[in-house]
């Protein structure tokens, strides 16, 4: 069965992203094994400067680092990255499940994104959309279509 992780920076705290993720959490469970771990965000000022936030990516960075798996194949979400159609996302798990990697994780930073280092090291760089979501919206939205990328490789008619 495959296995994927979402580090998460920033925990669920409103009722509907939290229903909403717990729904595609339960739909995956034929489909993979997923873990989903929360990472507190680091706090921040009202209004940081950039020396302060490039300080608490580093820092959000070091606990992710400590999440993940040896020898993980790495999604980082970002606004940098490349937009990718349902049927191109369902093609890079099928590409990564006949890989020899074990894990694939998916990284979803907190308010101000991921560090730089995350993003470089990742196998992937993946952006939903040019547009900024909320980072719990984005937690949905990658299950949803993660949900969608297996319907897809299955042939269901989930995905019109």
Known sequence: MTNIQLICVGKLKEKFYFDAAAEYTKRLGPY???QITELPEERLPQDPSQAQIHAALSKEAAAVRAKL???ASVVALCVEGR???????AGLIRTWQNSSARQLVFLIGGSYGLDESLKSEAWVRLSM???????HLARV???EQLYRAFKINEGSHYHK
């Open 129 to 135: 959309s040019p547009m900024t979501f909320p980072h």
């Open 83 to 89: 937009m990718r159609s349902s049927e191109e996302l």
């Open 69 to 71: 798996p040896q020898g």
């Open 32 to 34: 993979c094994k997923l």
């Open 141 to 143: 939205m990658l299950l």
